[in-house]
């Protein structure tokens, strides 16, 4: 048994020496065209996230229009990355600044939707429990609105 456990912990550690120590430190680093991706994918997740939420179509049109221009100075980054970096971080700064603007926008939305949904379950259950209120009260004190309305009615007859 002792033999299978360091036999396994020998495997482990000639794995472990096997992988580089270090990594390629080029390879790690983005370029602006990836950043300008992934702000648009982040993009694109947040307006589906407000639509899902209840945000107007309207508002929602609206930052769809403003993900495909991201989307179109994008392909225009890539286009140029091999040619044109300067011109290539110019696209991707335009992408990314529309992009992130669509982002606070949706979020925006989504805020709005909720604080609205929020809103009209308020009412509902405010309303609910005022009719709830209302009808307790009255199955309570409808002896005495029956002898009310029975005085009213006495008087009437005795007025006239």
């Not at 300067?86 to 991707?92: I, K, L, N, Y």
């Not at 307790?136 to 009310?148: G, Q, S, Y």
Request: aromatic share 6%.
């Amino acid at each position: 048994m002792r033999f299978r456990q360091l036999a396994l912990l020998g495997t482990l550690l000639i794995l472990v020496i096997s992988f580089p120590a270090t990594t390629n430190k080029a390879s790690a680093q983005s370029t602006p065209v990836d950043i300008a991706q992934n702000k648009i994918v982040q993009a694109f997740q947040i307006v589906q996230q407000a639509d899902l939420g209840g945000a107007s179509p309207a508002a929602i049109s609206q930052l769809a229009s403003n993900l495909n221009l991201a989307l179109s100075y994008e392909e225009s980054a890539i286009r140029l990355f091999s040619t044109n970096r300067t011109g290539s971080a110019v696209f991707a700064s335009l992408s990314l600044n529309v992009s992130t603007s669509a982002t606070v926008q949706a979020q925006t939305a989504a805020s709005a939707a909720r604080t609205q949904t929020f809103l009209g379950q308020l009412g509902a259950y405010s309303l609910a429990i005022a009719v709830g209120l209302g009808s307790t009260l009255l199955l309570i004190e409808l002896d005495r609105v029956k002898n009310f309305v029975r005085k009213t009615r006495l008087r009437r007859l005795r007025l006239e």
